[in-house]
Nanobody, 116 residues
Framework: QVQLVESGGGLVQAGGSLRLSCAAS????????MGWYRQAPGKQRELVAA???????NYADSVKGRFTISRDNAKDTVYLQMSSLKPEDTAVYYC??????????WGQGTQVTVSS
C-alpha cells in the first residue's frame, strides 16, 4: 500500500504562484511514473503533468510554460511548481503514482483556487 499526501494548495490571485508537494510513503525511485491531475467542478479529471522514473516530463497544453513538475527521490516527494496562475486553473489537484502497470494510487487532493 502506498500513501500519497498532497500539500501546498490554497487561494492565490491570478498571476501568482503556488508549489504543490506530494509526499509518498514508498520509495518513488522505483515507481514507473508520478503525476498531477486536476478536477474542476462539473468537469472530468485531467492530466496536468507527469514525470517518469527516468525524469522525462509531459504536460497538458494548457499549462506548458507555466507549470513545472519535478521529483526528489531522496525525499520521496514530487512537486508541481505553478506560475502565472489563471482562474481556469482552479480545481482540486490530485497526486498520482503509477507503481507498475495496473497498480496505481491517488492522493486525497488539495484545493487550488485562483481569483481574478
Amino acid at each position: 500500500q502506498v500513501q500519497l499526501v498532497e500539500s501546498g494548495g490554497g487561494l492565490v490571485q491570478a498571476g501568482g504562484s503556488l508549489r504543490l508537494s506530494c509526499a509518498a510513503s514508498g520509495s518513488i525511485f522505483r515507481f514507473n511514473d508520478m503525476g498531477w491531475y486536476r478536477q474542476a467542478p462539473g468537469k472530468q479529471r485531467e492530466l496536468v503533468a507527469a514525470i517518469s522514473r527516468g525524469g522525462s516530463t509531459n504536460y497538458a497544453d494548457s499549462v506548458k510554460g507555466r507549470f513545472t513538475i519535478s521529483r526528489d527521490n531522496a525525499k520521496d516527494t514530487v512537486y508541481l511548481q505553478m506560475s502565472s496562475l489563471k482562474p481556469e486553473d482552479t480545481a482540486v489537484y490530485y497526486c498520482h503514482a503509477n507503481i507498475v502497470p495496473g497498480l496505481h494510487y491517488w492522493g486525497q487532493g488539495t484545493q487550488v483556487t485562483v481569483s481574478s
